[in-house]
């Protein structure tokens, strides 16, 4: 089954400690992407990634840092993560560099405190 | 010029009636337009999408009308049902070399039985 996974699943964390979610993928695809989801913004690119070792910002980048060692691994870091940094997060991965069958991940949901 | 607007930002309808939710950009190198629906507790799921040289694309009741000279688009849902319910968002991307996803603020639908 193609899918997108995600852990953790649900995290809550205090301002500072430094925290990495995974994101592993099952389809070869190239592309892959971390968003952040808020109330009335929709959902806001923070770094994709188009193939390994190729990682670039997407329109909210700062606080995040990314790596893309392998193809199907895309984590996200958070080295000091704040409170404005508490959303819902989503990876996804795209056959596509225009996210032609885009498949976005189950999503994590992060509060730091 | 990046962004994407995305009315209305909520939308109650009738069981079998038609859902339209509308999208505005004001970017022209924008060249790939995809919805995706997003249901409670789930990461968001390509629905449809077109590309600027085509007016008009359905997928059984999901129609997108596309107006490149207005720069809008629009989702049309026909003979919308219950299980239609959920979040949608449109998005849009740039013909350039990037994997840059621009989404709208999101629509939340709800089709009363």
């Known amino acids: 089954e193609a899918q997108v996974t995600q852990n953790p699943r649900y995290l809550i964390t205090v301002t500072g400690k430094k925290l990495t979610v995974t994101c592993s993928q099952n389809m070869n695809h190239e592309y892959m992407s971390w968003y952040r989801q808020d109330p009335g913004l929709g959902l806001r690119q923070i770094y994709y990634s188009m193939n390994v070792e190729v990682t670039d910002k997407g329109d909210v980048p700062e606080g995040y840092k990314v790596s893309r060692k392998e193809k199907r691994n895309f984590p996200l870091i958070l080295e000091s993560p704040s409170p404005n940094q508490t959303s819902l997060y989503f990876c996804?991965?795209?056959?596509?560099?225009?996210?032609?069958?885009?498949?976005f991940g189950p999503g994590t949901r992060l509060l730091v405190l | 010029q990046q962004q994407v607007k995305q009315s209305p930002q909520s939308l109650i309808v009738q069981k079998g009636g038609i859902s339209i939710i509308n999208c505005a950009y004001e970017n022209t190198a924008f060249d790939y337009f995809p919805w995706y629906q997003q249901f409670p507790g789930k990461g968001p799921a390509l629905l449809i999408a077109?590309?600027?040289?085509?007016s008009e694309k359905k997928e059984g009741r999901f129609t997108i009308s596309f107006n490149k000279s207005a720069k809008q688009f629009s989702l049309h849902i026909m003979d919308s049902q219950p299980g239609d319910s959920a979040t949608y968002f449109c998005?849009?991307?740039?013909?350039?070399?990037?994997?840059?996803?621009?989404f709208g603020s999101g629509t939340r639908l709800l089709v009363r039985p």
């Open positions: 077109i590309r600027p040289d085509v």
């Open positions: 996804a991965s795209s056959l596509g560099q225009r996210g032609e069958t885009q498949y």
């Open positions: 998005a849009a991307t740039l013909m350039d070399s990037s994997y840059k996803l621009i």
